[in-house]
Structures are given as C-alpha cells and as structure tokens.
C-alpha cells in the first residue's frame, strides 16, 4: 500500500552524485569516432533529444495542478500528463528555435490515444500535417518523421479508453540521426519458429566494468543472465561510466542465434552492436543501432557463435551501462534449462486455494492458521500503532473480520490498528485474488488489501520483492479507489496504476476487490467491472522489467495519517471500522 509515496520497508536504488562522473578525454573521443567509421563504414550524425525542458502546454489537465504538460519533457518517466475526459484534445511543445526534426518517441501510459495526428508550425497558429493513424497500440512509440518546426503539436482525436483521457510518461522530438543504421531497427516479432529456446540462463559473464557499492550490491554480469529482472548488471561507478562499456555472455558452446532481448535500466545504450565470437577475442557485429531509446529492445538477428556481447559506444547519459536482463535465444549452445513457471489459469478461475470467511463467533482472532499478525509502527507517515495478537481484530459473529482503528494510547502513539498477512502460511503465483470490504469514511483513513512478494521474507527488500495493490482507497474521498503495482524501475510516488472513479460512496456497502494475475499482466476488478489492465508487454516497454513472476501473499490493513491520505481531523471517526466479509483465491 505504498502508492503514491514511498514504502519504508526498503529503499529503492539511486543514482549517485554526478559529481563522481568520470570525464572522456580528447584521445578517446578520436578513437571513438574512427570506431564508428571502422565498423559502419560512415560517419553517423548525432541524433538529440530538442524537446526536453521546453515549454509544453495542452487543452486540458485531468486534475487542477496535477499531471501538468511539462511533465511530459522532464526526462522523468515517474511523471506524466493527462488530460481531461474527453476525446478531443491537443498537447504541444515550444522548441524555441525553427529544428529540423527527424524522430518523435511517445512513452504512453495507459489511457492512450488510438487515433492522433503530429503537426509542424512555425509561428504557432498554422499547422502542417507530419504524420497520422488511426490504429495507436499505445506502449512506446518511435515515428520516424520529417521537417523543420518551432511548434510541435499532437492531436488526439480517439481514445483506447472511452471513459477516460489521454496521458503520456514522455513526448520526446528528437533532431539530426538521419544516418540509417546498417542493420534493421529492432521488432517485437516473435523468434523464429522450431526449436529456439533461452541459450544464455545461468550461463558464465563477463563485462568491461561491474558496480559494487551501497547503490548497487553487487550488479556483477552474472545478474543479467540469472531470468530475475529485479536484479542487474552495470558498469562500475569509479572507472564505468564511459564509453565503450560491453557486457557478454559463454553459451558454452556454438550456437546459432535467432533473438536477442535487452531490458535496460535508465542507463541505456544510445549506440551499441550485438556482437558474436567463436573465440571470445574476434568479434562480429550483427545488429549495431544509433538510435537505442532504453526499456526494452527485442532484436531479430542471426548470427553464430560461441559468445555473444552487447557492445556500448555511446551512453544515453551521463552514469553508464544497466542491464536487467540480457536474453539470448537459439539452437545449439549448452543450454540449462530455467525453473518452469506454473500454467496460466483459465478465467474465470473455478478452483478454490485460500479462503477465509469469518464465520466465527463474535470476538474470535483471525485464525493464526491463515494469518499472521504484524504489529509495530508503520511507515508512510502514519500515526497508529499495530498491535500485537490482533487485539484491533475480530469477527462480529455476522461473518464479519472487524479492523478497528482507535484514539488509544499505545506504545508512544496515540492511535491503534490492525495489519494482517498470510506470509510463511499461504503465497501463490497467478490466480485470481479478491476480498469483499466495506471501508470507513473519514479523513486521514486509509484501508488496503495488497500484496507483497514473498521474497521480502527471506531478505529482499522492497521493491525489489514487487508489491500488487488490489485496493487502497483514501477515507477522505470514499468515491474512488487507486490500483498500483511498485518495482524497482516503478514504485512510490511512480508506481504504475490508476485511480478509477467507483460511481458510488464505497463506504455505505460491501464492495468486490479483485486482482486477476496470469503471466501476461494483472487486470483489476470493482466488483464486476474492470478498472486497470496493467499488461506484462506494456509495462516493459514504456515503465521497467516486469518482476511479478513469482509467488505473492496477502495482507490486510486499516492506516491511520500518512503521506498519502492526509491527516486526520477533528471529523475523523474513531473507532472507526473496515469490515471485510471474505478473502478469495481462486486458479
């Protein structure tokens, strides 16, 4: 229940100082630039980003002071603009001097548009025409365009989402690059058709550099390859971040290769070959781009060999290399095979794996058969204390769990609540996850039914471990309700979700939260209507890798104050009582 602000079960990676950035010389920028000639036989132009920092305006805002335009050139994929509710709209940048433009990249969210048009001016008010469709798939878009504009404008004109915007992380105009690179861009077609499989699990690495510090402990090579994209690969940050920088894998013996795919950490490759050898010490490029744009990269190309290298000549910043996953796919090789994940279930899940119905008699603990009870003091800037031996719940003998907050002194706090998990007794992966709740109304309430991957047990920390939120609604606006799923690449107050309107006061009655997790993505229910599809593809490709491959258990808990909902006031009721009527899971 972190979203929008951080968790403090743990701390998410961050960047270190700038100041510690390890400067190129004069040489080495020569014998980079002979580099490029060497193995492209043509000297590149430099493609730039023009658009970032601009001035952007836009025909609407979906909330007054949020989700602003400029939040849409900040270089920040945590924030976005979102208009209002309606098809018509427009966005646009001030690029400030008439650019040639040669690129616009588009890192959608969610809510985007199917239909939209890009158009050129020079002074603002006349417009031409660079480019249209009428069949937007969202995700991260790359549109090749041409022309010289001060102005660049996007009309949208029909959403993927009728009952809601429009709304983009990044709208990116980029300048020069105009060189063609020697080989095709990357495609998100499947490999070929056979008998290719992953080569590179669990297979020996090497790189140029590798970090191993308070922000990255360790990101040997090694991570890149073990198939968990919570963990990576990055060049050191005393003697890596510079060019070239290179990462390779021993597929432990000759392999013919069919597919590469490459989930980058924010310290991407602008400029980078596919590299193959026989012999670790000759190498053969396969695929080389000079217009590498980060996330993830799905590369058809064939080659054969032994080792395969991702091959870095030009940083997209100022840190280094990250990887979070380097896959390699083929025939041939030594391969091992990785753990087998489980089956998809078939919605609507029938088979019924945990449940709780509080049928007990009035007073009566949640079962510590199926419940653990987690006491102590919270994080997020709440004010309550969680007691221990679940004094704050109890069924009602109308099968009812009551989570009671209440003005009590306990511990050094004021207040009291009740959180509640299934960790060490019940965790699972995919299905269909619900729970039927009433919550409270007040300011400063805060109820949840989340869950937390159960690496966090055992010592990963958040939000390495990943953590679904099926619901969180604020007490203070009990007409709504928010879905957020937190990741190292997307957590806090970035974590990707959505708040949707419920239609309804969901304080006055039961409502169904639902959570339905297969290996394509997560889809969440209010009762029996779907408000978010958080889709595996999409994520990787506009947000960070996907890390919700793996078991996950439950937890309820009602929060008093915090970063979130706010503080209470002298109208928040107290006790005040979120009642849960059951919890489901279902494969």
């Not at 132009?45 to 836009?58: D, H, I, P, R, Y």
């Not at 009671?404 to 706090?413: C, F, H, S, T």
Request: hydrophobic residues 35%; negative net charge.
């Amino acid at each position: 229940m972190t979203s929008p602000v951080l968790d403090g079960l743990g701390t998410p990676r961050s960047r270190l100082s700038p100041a510690r950035i390890l400067t190129l010389g004069a040489a080495l920028v020569g014998l980079l630039a002979a580099f490029f000639v060497a193995t492209t036989g043509k000297a590149e132009a430099a493609e730039v980003v023009v658009s970032q920092g601009k001035t952007a305006t836009a025909s609407s805002t979906e909330v007054a002071g949020a989700y602003l335009p400029g939040e849409a050139v900040d270089g920040n994929n945590g924030t976005r603009w979102a208009s209002s509710f309606s098809a018509s709209q427009w966005w646009q940048v001030d690029l400030g001097t008439p650019t040639a433009v040669s690129r616009i990249a588009i890192n959608w969210e969610g809510a985007y548009a199917k239909a939209f048009n890009l158009q050129f001016s020079a002074n603002g008010s006349s417009w031409t025409q660079a480019y249209a469709t009428t069949t937007g798939a969202g995700g991260q878009q790359s549109i090749a365009v041409s022309g010289t504009a001060r102005y660049v404008r996007i009309n949208l004109t029909e959403r993927a989402l009728p009952i809601y915007g429009y709304s983009f992380w990044e709208f990116q105009v980029f300048s020069g690059g105009t060189t063609p690179p020697t080989t095709p861009p990357p495609t998100t077609t499947p490999p070929p058709s056979g008998t290719a499989r992953l080569l590179s699990y669990n297979k020996p690495a090497a790189a140029s550099t590798w970090q191993n510090d308070v922000n990255c402990n360790p990101c040997s090579p090694d991570k890149a390859f073990d198939n968990d994209p919570a963990s990576r690969w990055a060049t050191s940050s005393t003697n890596g971040w510079v060019d070239p920088g290179w990462i390779s894998v021993d597929l432990g013996a000759t392999a013919t290769i069919s597919q590469v795919v490459l989930q980058w950490d924010p310290a991407y490759g602008k400029n980078y070959q596919i590299q193959v050898s026989n012999d670790n010490v000759n190498w053969n490029p396969i695929f080389t781009t000079t217009t590498g744009d980060g996330l993830k990269d799905v590369i058809n190309a064939t080659g054969t060999g032994r080792y395969v290298r991702m091959y870095g000549t030009a940083r997209a910043s100022a840190y280094g290399y990250s990887l979070w996953e380097f896959s390699v796919y083929g025939t041939g090789g030594a391969p091992v095979a990785p753990p087998a994940p489980p089956a998809d279930p078939a919605f609507p899940a029938s088979r019924l794996v945990f449940e709780d119905n509080f049928n007990e008699a009035a007073g009566t603990k949640p079962s510590t058969a199926k419940w653990t009870y987690d006491p102590g003091v919270p994080q997020n800037g709440e004010i309550q204390y969680y007691t221990p031996n679940s004094e704050n719940a109890q069924t009602d003998g109308q099968g009812n769990l009551v989570m009671e907050a209440r003005r009590q002194d306990y511990q050094g706090r004021q207040y009291t609540s009740a959180r509640m998990n299934t960790g060490g007794k019940f965790s699972t992966q995919y299905g269909r996850f619900e729970a039927r709740i009433k919550v409270p109304k007040g300011n400063g309430l805060w109820p949840a039914f989340w869950m937390m991957g159960d690496d966090f047990l055992s010592g990963r920390p958040w939000p390495y471990n990943g953590e679904i939120d099926i619901m969180e609604v604020l007490g203070r606006n009990t007409n709504e309700t928010y879905t957020t799923l937190h990741a190292p690449a997307y957590n806090g107050a970035g974590g990707y979700g959505q708040k949707s309107a419920a239609g309804v006061d969901l304080s006055q009655d039961f409502h169904v939260y639902a959570a339905e997790w297969d290996s394509k993505g997560i889809r969440f229910f209010l009762d029996s209507r779907l408000v978010f599809t958080a889709g595996k593809e999409t994520v990787e490709n506009t947000r960070g890798p996907w890390i919700f491959d793996h078991k996950f258990y439950l937890i309820l808990n009602l929060a008093v104050g915090g970063d979130f909902p706010g503080p209470i006031d002298a109208t928040t009721p107290f006790p005040s009582r979120m009642l849960v009527d059951y919890v489901r899971v279902y494969q």
